[in-house]
């Protein structure tokens, strides 16, 4: 039985009703995006380890709109091979994250959070794979974050 903090049983049954007339939305981050060019906005960039537990970069960006507009994508950046590595100092570089070397990144990858790019989507066999193409100024006055500007006409929405 489910208990509230005060030890209290909870009552779901009041719930039922409401539950079994809510409306649910099946358009969630987890159906895969579309191929093609999207404008999204970098929320964060962090360091984790993979399920074997090699290091990776990981960027989760949000998509500005309006098609698809809030829906978030991940992108992940191994650190292994010498192959990672020039993918990985790619995206930054683009980003416009310059590093004299890969361990300054700790320390600077809070300078890639609000950063707006241009990411295209590329299915190749069962893969899809991200490309960060270009990093998008925003027109004076507005900042990374709020915005601004039109996308090209090229962009998926």
Known sequence: MLEDKGNNPLDLEQFDDGYAAAECDADTDAVELPDGKYQMIVEKAEFQSS???????VWRFRILGPRYAGRKHWHRNMIVTKEN??????????????????????NRQGDLSGVTLEVQLKTKGERQN????????????TTEATGGGTPPDDFVF
Do not use: Y
């Not at 991200?130 to 006055?141: D, H, L, Q, V």
């Open 51 to 57: 399920q074997k537990g090699n290091p990776m970069l």
């Open 85 to 106: 590595l020039r993918w990985l100092k790619h995206d930054l570089t683009v980003a416009g994250l310059e590093l004299g070397k890969l361990s300054d990144l700790p």
């Open 130 to 141: 991200t490309f960060i193409n270009k990093r998008i100024r925003r027109p004076e006055g």
